[in-house]
């Protein structure tokens, strides 16, 4: 039996008290106040905030960037039914602040889906993949989508922006990604979720204020890539991770971070409204013991859902 399956069928039935710690593990790793202890502090006039799944909003100056913003949050019985879906625009005007520049690590639906109506809204680039670009011209938004350059630097106001290659866990069992392959669509009129399909995945690393951050939306990667070492924050993507051998420490000795925010572990099936869950065996408790596992110095900071830091 493959290990993913084991730990699944081990999972279901005490879902309910790993649920009950994992809220624990966040409550007590809260930021609060203007830095955590033993994390560094963010520079004067910057603020972070968690926008849910991978989703992050960066401010600076007046200047406003955004990191795989989602805020429709499908529910699993529509991703499940293979239904026809679309961007929820007032949930989107709700949540998701203003954008001078978009960043998307991969296409699926839950990191892309709402990036091209913020682009129509706040006229603003999107910089990804090839498969971003295809996903920006089907709205006629191919004028505001830049398709990247692995380890080129795009300046964006008051941020110096570099897209790393990397990789999608696995998350069909360990055995494949699913949705694989590049959007490739005129239109996304009637499409269901497993149409936004993943395209190239890039890590992100980011610039601003002297501090550097590195942003990782899901938990594979490839060693060899990683240029970037000593980041600040690393914004870690921790679902799917148990697809991946050794993802933590892996990714830990690649980057050598002096604080991890981890993300996408809330239920993104949930509207940005209702309470917080966790997403299914994420399993937070554990991603803090694997830190742990590498440097009990490391520190580890939760975010809630829109809180804004800095």
Not at 129 to 139: E, F
Request: hydrophobic content about 40%; glycine content about 8%; some cysteine.
């Amino acid at each position: 039996m493959p290990t993913q399956l084991l730990s699944l069928l081990r999972y279901l039935p005490r879902r309910a008290p790993q649920e009950r710690h994992d809220h624990q593990v966040a409550d007590e790793l809260r930021w609060r106040g203007p830095a955590p202890a033993s994390a560094p502090a963010l520079p004067p006039g910057l603020s972070l905030q968690w926008l849910g799944t991978s989703g992050f909003h960066f401010a600076y100056e007046g200047h406003s960037l955004l990191i795989d913003p989602y805020a429709t949050r499908v529910p699993l019985g529509r991703v499940l039914g293979r239904t026809p879906v679309a961007p929820d625009r007032d949930r989107i005007a709700r949540h998701l602040p203003r954008a001078d520049v978009i960043l998307i690590g991969h296409t699926h639906f839950d990191h892309a889906m709402d990036a091209p109506i913020l682009a129509q809204r706040d006229r603003c680039e999107v910089l990804g993949s090839r498969s971003m670009a295809c996903l920006m011209a089907t709205q006629g938004l191919a004028a505001q989508a830049i398709e990247v350059e692995p380890y080129r630097v795009y300046e964006r106001g008051p941020f110096r922006i570099t897209f790393v290659p990397s990789a999608h866990s696995k998350l069909v069992l360990g055995w494949r990604v699913p949705s694989s392959g590049d959007i490739t669509c005129e239109h996304v009129d009637g499409l269901a979720c497993g149409a936004y399909r993943c395209g190239q995945v890039y890590g992100i690393h980011l610039e601003v204020a002297g501090a550097r951050f590195y942003h990782q939306g899901s938990a594979d990667l490839i060693e060899g890539a990683i240029r970037h070492r000593d980041v600040d924050f690393f914004l870690a993507g921790i679902a799917g991770r148990g697809f991946t051998r050794d993802y933590t420490a892996r990714i830990l000795g690649a980057l050598r971070p002096r604080c991890v925010i981890p993300h996408h572990h809330d239920d993104f099936f949930r509207g940005l409204d209702e309470p917080m869950r966790f997403s299914f065996n994420v399993n937070l408790g554990a991603f803090v013991d694997e830190v742990a596992a590498v440097s009990r110095a490391l520190p580890v900071v939760t975010l809630e859902p829109l809180q804004v830091v800095g």
